[in-house]
């Protein structure tokens, strides 16, 4: 956690640098390109070193940072060729071994102190051997670069650009980096393993970075618009020698409903498909359970398995005189059971 927070306080260091205070700057000198060279960054006043750091003009590269308290950091091209001299407590010069014509240009040195702020020198290296050429070489167009892969999105989705690495080689830091129409490559998230441990730095502003422990590192778009197209690259530095791979990708217009959109309205239908075959079911279950109670219902009621009425209509009135028979209504009846004697069975007279 210490070794991601020190790298991502170089990198804001160097974002920032050039919108602190104007400093006091010396003339540039030319060194020659050679084994070893020396590039002089020494602060001629007295005072307390802050940060020195360096980096290559004009994309304003960086090359090397220094600081009291959190030690030195370098990128990737200059690791283990740049050395900090620190001849004295001012002194921010370097040293570089292992030369190639790629470190011909102008480097910027700044040295931040207190309490009189920065201070910085521009140092030009050339191959005073030979000629200067007429015309740097322009970067590459995006039609002279030959991807590796291709992926196409559509407008509004989602989309995971991975890198993946096809390699038997050991893998000390991935780089993965963009490129726009008119735009060189720029950083957008850095893999790497430090301390024994897996190091990730995310610069995209679009997506968010994500490391493996293989270092296989992806970068996750959310709602792709047409400015996420281009070309993405990454550079894996291995034990035998740096491999890139490169992504290109394009992204269509939306024309209708996009593929989250109809799997959303699937999903939707099946739901509500499902749901009414289910309702169906219950509403059969119990049109059946229903049908089967009133054919009960009516098979009690079948004069076959009646019950006998032993029931019958007995006045409730009295028992009247002979001289109270005019009277022909009772208005009072019951049910009462009547309880039928055994039929008894004749037996013959005797004669």
């Excluded at 270092?215 to 491999?243: A, K, M, P």
Aim: with cysteine.
């Amino acid at each position: 956690m210490e070794a991601v927070q020190k790298d991502y306080w170089y990198f804001v260091v160097l974002i920032f640098l050039p919108f602190l205070k104007v400093a006091t700057q010396q003339k540039e000198a030319v060194v020659r390109l050679e084994e070893g060279m020396i590039l002089r960054c020494l602060c001629p006043w007295e005072g307390n070193l802050s940060m020195v750091s360096w980096t290559k003009v004009p994309d304003r590269n960086p090359v090397a940072v220094f600081h009291p308290e959190f030690g030195v950091s370098f990128s990737n091209h200059y690791k283990e060729r740049v050395e900090f001299l620190r001849t004295t407590p001012m002194d921010g010069s370097i040293s570089i071994r292992n030369v190639t014509h790629q470190d011909i240009g102008t480097y910027h040195c700044s040295v931040q102190t207190f309490p009189q702020g920065p201070w910085t020198t521009d140092i030009q290296v050339d191959d005073l051997d030979e000629p200067p050429p007429e015309e740097e070489p322009e970067p590459p167009s995006p039609e002279e670069i030959v991807a590796d892969s291709e992926l196409v999105a559509e407008e509004n989705s989602n989309l995971t650009v991975t890198c993946n690495r096809q390699h038997n080689a050991t893998v000390h830091q991935v780089i993965l980096e963009r490129m726009l129409r008119d735009e060189p490559w720029s950083i957008i998230g850095v893999c790497k393993k430090a301390d024994g441990g897996l190091v990730s730095e995310d610069y995209s502003v679009r997506g968010r970075v994500s490391c493996a422990d293989s270092l296989d590192v992806s970068l996750q778009l959310i709602d792709v618009t047409q400015e996420d197209g281009g070309f993405y690259r990454c550079t894996f530095n291995t034990d035998v020698g740096v491999q890139t791979t490169t992504v290109q990708l394009t992204v269509s217009e939306s024309g209708g409903i996009s593929l989250s959109l109809y799997m959303m309205y699937i999903y939707i239908g099946v739901g509500a498909a499902g749901l009414a075959i289910l309702t169906a079911i219950i509403i059969l279950a119990m049109r059946h359970r229903k049908k089967n109670k009133r054919e009960e219902y009516r098979v009690k009621l079948h004069p076959s398995h009646r019950q006998p009425n032993f029931y019958e209509n007995m006045p409730m009135c009295p028992r009247m005189s002979k001289k109270s028979r005019k009277i022909k209504t009772c208005p009072v009846y019951a049910n009462v059971q009547t309880i039928r004697p055994p039929t008894a069975r004749r037996l013959p007279r005797d004669k």
